[in-house]
Nanobody
Framework: QVQLVESGGGLVQAGGSLRLSCAAS?????MNWFRQAPGKEREFVAA????????LYADSVKGRFTISRDNAENTVYLQMNSLKPEDTAVYYC?????????????WGKGTLVTVSS
């Protein structure tokens, strides 16, 4: 069984930055971040392979967000810069798969990010 615990969400002004963390227990997987805004479907944000050597980003966050991982600490990070109000959402850490929510094996409970204009 794998448990994922996100942290680092909060309220930030447009143009600001936040760093999300996801602490994982158990096996090592490829890891993803997804987000779900109010009234919208869950969407892919970023993914990273088990080694950390390859990453993938949604077009909407490319150049602003960076996914990384520390396998010694079993933690995945999402550095979010130049935040926009449209980035407001609950952000979910997900283990397994590659950018496709149907491939995910485990989900965290989410952390809320609110970007004010």
């Amino acid at each position: 069984q794998v448990q994922l615990v996100e942290s680092g969400g909060g309220l930030v002004q447009a143009g600001g930055s936040l760093r999300l963390s996801c602490a994982a227990s158990g096996r090592t997987f490829s890891m993803n971040w997804f987000r779900q805004a109010p009234g919208k479907e869950r969407e892919f944000v970023a993914a990273i392979t088990r080694s950390g050597g390859t990453t993938l980003y949604a077009d909407s966050v490319k150049g602003r967000f960076t996914i990384s991982r520390d396998n010694a600490e079993n933690t995945v990070y999402l550095q979010m810069n130049s935040l926009k109000p449209e980035d407001t959402a609950v952000y979910y850490c997900a283990a397994g798969g590659w950018g496709d929510p149907s491939q995910v094996a485990y989900w965290g409970k989410g952390t809320l990010v609110t970007v004010s204009s």
